[in-house]
């Protein structure tokens, strides 16, 4: 059983047809929708999800994505790149049967971003929070079932990109004027809200923030099958919390490989980490395989497109090593 590699989202260019040839030449076994924000408002992974949102649309100010009463260009635009994506992955997964991997914004990082009609962050306002977890996971629902639709033969797995949920946590999401931070969401409430949205998808649900400090307890208990995370982000004080989430069947998205060009070493030693950290939690080395993809760090939007395919390839090719020799 292969260790199995994946992409994390996002890829440099902004050609649909040749981002989905890479995204599923290079991981057969598991590839992915790939994202292409370079082409500007509405294709960055904020402006993707606000598309996604049912009853809700979103406007671009200078400050970002704000709040609109009616759909306007910006969000047509972000649909409008969504469908083209989608038409690019059906051709080139015919009779593809296997895990395909999606991704969206989570309701939390989303909050962060997201500007009522003043300027303010929605996460200041527990009611605009609750509507638009609940416009989010609606919005979920329709894009996994068109996905399924156009790929039958894919096992859907929904990523949610949740890189400001510690922000959030912590009370460290920072106001409009920039000098001072939006109070700390309660972590129940936090939890409750994941819970309903990870609940729109009967299949694989992952959670991906490339920020230190992961919650992954918090995550395993609203529900998430699986983390992904950027690996040289760990320390040691997230040891028992990775243990118990692999105890419990939580799959582990290492993200290993550089998301930005530079060099690559070799396949064995970018996993040389997760061996260890195996070693030091006390885990079976035969488990590895099992409760770890491999990944690129973060998404490879700011990478070379060079970069950006040899990256890729080096995830199967580490993934491949892991599963060879565990130990």
Not at 75 to 100: H, I, K, M, V
Not at 131 to 155: F, N, T
Not at 280 to 303: D, N
Not at 314 to 322: K, P
Request: aromatic share 6%.
């Amino acid at each position: 059983m292969s260790a199995g590699a994946t992409g994390v989202g996002s890829l440099p260019g902004g050609d649909a047809r040749e981002a989905a040839k890479t995204a599923t030449g290079s991981f057969e076994d598991f590839p992915y929708l790939p994202e292409l924000p370079s082409r500007g408002p509405g294709a960055d992974m904020i402006g993707r999800s606000i598309g996604l949102l049912v009853d809700m649309y979103g406007h671009v100010e200078p400050s970002g994505w704000r709040i609109s009463d009616r759909p306007g260009r910006d969000t047509r635009r972000a649909r409008s790149w969504l469908g083209e994506d989608l038409d690019a992955l059906e051709e080139f997964t015919q009779g593809y049967t296997g895990r395909l991997k999606i991704q969206a914004v989570g309701p939390w990082t989303l909050a962060a971003a997201l500007e009522l009609h003043g300027g303010e962050a929605m996460l200041q306002d527990a009611g605009a929070c609750r509507d638009l977890a609940g416009s989010l996971a609606e919005g979920l629902r329709e894009h996994v079932a068109d996905v399924r639709k156009r790929i039958p033969g894919a096992d859907v797995v929904l990523q949610l990109d949740e890189p400001s949920l510690t922000a959030v946590l912590l009370g460290r999401v920072r106001s409009a004027s920039g000098y001072r931070t939006y109070r700390a969401v309660d972590r129940q409430v936090v939890e409750g809200t994941l819970r309903e949205v990870f609940a729109v998808h009967d299949g694989e649900v992952i959670v991906h923030s490339c920020a230190p400090e992961v919650p992954f307890g918090l995550l395993r208990r609203a529900g998430a099958t699986g983390v992904s995370f950027d690996f040289s982000l760990l320390t040691e004080r997230e040891d028992d919390a990775i243990g118990e989430a692999v105890e419990g069947g939580t799959k582990l998205f290492a993200g290993v490989v550089p998301g930005t060009d530079g060099p690559l070493s070799d396949p064995g030693g970018s996993v040389m980490g997760v061996r260890k950290l195996w070693r030091r939690l006390g885990l079976a080395p035969g488990t590895l395989s099992e409760s770890v993809v491999v990944t690129p760090s973060c998404g490879l939007a700011g990478a070379s497109p060079a970069y950006a395919r040899a990256a890729q390839a080096h995830c199967v090719r580490a993934a491949r090593s892991l599963a060879d020799n565990p130990e």
